[in-house]
Nanobody, 123 residues
Framework: EVQLVEYGGGAVQSGGSLRLSCTAS????????MGWYRQRPGNECELISA???????YYTDSLKGRFTISQDRAKNTLYLQLNNALPDDTAVYYCAADGGTYAGSCGQGPGYWGQGTQVTVSS
């Protein structure tokens, strides 16, 4: 069974940093394109960053520089580092396998999605 679980959400002060983790089971990162997404209140699902099966990384232009994607293939774990957090970064963050550029409701798009983890950035 394919399963994705996000960890590391919580509260962080504006300007602070945090790292999210996503553990995968039922497949390996050699079999899928992995990505991090977020859904801010009242907004559609937003792709943050993706990494392909051959290691190529992609970042949404407006977010590049504050977010960094990485992976530990031996542990089947995907990471998202956020630096200089802003209140507007408050959202539910998701990891997904083969989620593409879906912009509806995170978790209900194509591919496989985790349950999401809440990140709240205070001023």
């Amino acid at each position: 069974e394919v399963q994705l679980v996000e960890y590391g959400g919580g509260a962080v002060q504006s300007g602070g940093s945090l790292r999210l983790s996503c553990t995968a089971s039922g497949f390996t990162f050699d079999d899928a394109e992995m990505g991090w997404y977020r859904q801010r209140p009242g907004n559609e699902c937003e792709l943050i960053s993706a990494i392909t099966r051959n290691g190529y990384t992609y970042y949404t232009d407006s977010l590049k520089g504050r977010f960094t994607i990485s992976q530990d293939r031996a542990k089947n774990t995907l990471y998202l580092q956020l630096n200089n957090a802003l209140p507007d970064d408050t959202a539910v963050y998701y990891c997904a396998a083969d989620g593409g550029t879906y912009a509806g409701s995170c978790g209900q798009g194509p591919g496989y999605w985790g349950q999401g983890t809440q990140v709240t950035v205070s001023s």
